[in-house]
């Protein structure tokens, strides 16, 4: 019997605890068995840990836990991972945010996943935030900070000053390193998410912050060979459905993807949408071609919108909108003309940011802003429409109240709030970045 439906008979009428009755219209088309995650314990009391989860849709113990192991930190702000597995045989990349720790971590047995090396920041660099696996196996790593302080004098970050980028063995070893900065900005450049493109001998790198209280908006061009900064372009600030300019919601470029003839389409997480082309000239430039309407910041050093990590599958892009508790999808077959096509709201008070696809089908992982991830949500995506639906094959209670009173579980919901770990009981926890995997 379910522990939740263990109630007095007197409340048995007010508690719902049966498994939704839900039938999904979008066929699943193939899944992956696993899921990995980097979580934190939820009171800060116990190590922070990496975890496996069952994500089997066939198997009777779906959603629990096959493997943990603690990292050796606690309260460490669990953060980015790289945004896919890498091969089999390969470790993955991913970070404890608050102590700076970069941790390369081997996930071939989904039992026992281990920390086969860790590294700090390449001085003068701080904080690492994505990782990003380039096609020879090593490591693209960008740091939203160096030492000394932001060019913005109204900046209280310390320290403060511009990042830059790294590569990296599949070891862990250092490569090579360069600056973010640039001539002539007030705000400092803050390296976040990359995007390669090798025939061109060049990757992009957007400019958004973590903690920090001010950046720059801007998408830079490195030439990959020799880690030479090219060009540092200004994102256009973005237009409402009038076409009237709206400050505020260039609000820093974000997430990035490589379309099928070699230009790029990103977003801003304040919900603009650029196509960046020329990118191998002496003129590239990003065209403003889309903005998501969203509610104004109440506070200068936020960001309105919160239009996170996108996936680019086929023509569609698909975003998570933090503030409107939203997944849209737009149809980007015509990149400098998206259109809508679809929108997912999620429940009350989960604020979707990170988003995965199962390499092994049309299944897709949803994680939340800070603040809110003590779960994710399993979705199903229909590949010929754009259409997102909950997956009915997982189902969980979004809350710890007691017996769960007075509400139902959510379907697609997989909860971290469970006592007992395979490393110990340390009690709930959560995540904020998750990759499918298969069993390596």
């Known amino acids: 019997m379910n522990a939740h439906c263990l109630f007095p008979i007197a409340l048995i009428g007010l508690a719902s605890c049966s498994q939704p009755d839900v039938q999904s219209t979008i066929e699943l088309t193939g899944a992956s068995p696993h899921l990995l995650l980097l979580v934190g314990d939820q009171d800060e009391q116990d190590e922070d840990f990496i975890a496996v989860l069952n994500v089997d849709p066939v198997s009777n113990t779906r959603g629990q836990s096959l493997g943990s192991a603690p990292i050796g930190q606690k309260a460490s702000m669990v953060h980015h991972m790289e945004y896919t597995a890498p091969p089999k045989g390969e470790p993955i990349f991913m970070n404890g945010h608050h102590h700076e720790l970069s941790l390369i971590v081997d996930f071939s047995d989904p039992t026992k996943p281990t920390i086969v090396n860790t590294f700090q920041p390449p001085e003068p660099l701080r904080y690492p935030h994505d990782y990003a696996r380039t096609g020879s196996g090593t490591r693209l790593v960008g740091f939203l900070r160096s030492e000394g302080d932001s060019p913005n004098p109204d900046e209280r970050t310390s320290p403060g000053n511009h990042g830059g980028i790294a590569e990296y063995s599949i070891d862990g070893e250092l490569i090579r390193s360069a600056s973010a900065a640039a001539p002539g900005y007030a705000k400092a450049i803050r390296p976040y998410a990359f995007a390669q493109l090798p025939e061109m001998d060049r990757i992009t790198v957007t400019s958004a912050p973590m903690m920090e209280q001010s950046w720059a908006d801007v998408v830079q061009i490195f030439r990959y060979s020799d880690f030479e900064l090219l060009h540092t372009i200004d994102l256009a600030v973005g ?71 996108p996936l680019m599958i086929g023509q569609y892009w698909v975003q998570p909108i933090g503030k409107k508790e939203q997944v849209v999808v737009l149809d980007i077959s015509n990149p400098t003309s998206p259109t809508e096509v679809f929108r997912l709201d999620t429940p009350e008070g989960f604020a979707p940011h990170w988003m995965g696809k199962d390499p092994a089908g049309n299944r897709l992982i949803l994680g939340a802003e800070l603040g809110g991830e003590q779960g994710f949500y399993m979705l199903r995506f229909d590949e010929a429409s754009g259409r997102i639906e909950f997956d009915p094959d997982f189902a969980d209670y979004r809350s710890n109240s007691p017996f769960n009173l007075f509400r139902s579980k959510s379907v697609g919901y997989i909860s971290l709030d469970r006592e007992t770990w395979p490393h110990g009981a340390t009690g709930p926890a959560w995540g904020h970045a998750a990759v499918f995997f298969d069993g390596r």
């Open 239 to 309: 237009v409402d459905h009038e076409g009237k300019t709206v400050e505020g919601i260039n609000g820093a470029g974000f997430g990035q993807h490589v379309l099928p003839d070699g230009s790029i389409f990103l977003n801003s997480y304040g919900c603009n949408f650029y196509h960046l082309t020329g990118i191998d000239t002496d003129q590239p430039k990003a065209d403003l071609v889309f903005s998501v309407e969203t509610d104004p910041a109440d506070d200068p050093t936020k960001i309105r919108g919160a239009c996170g990590i």
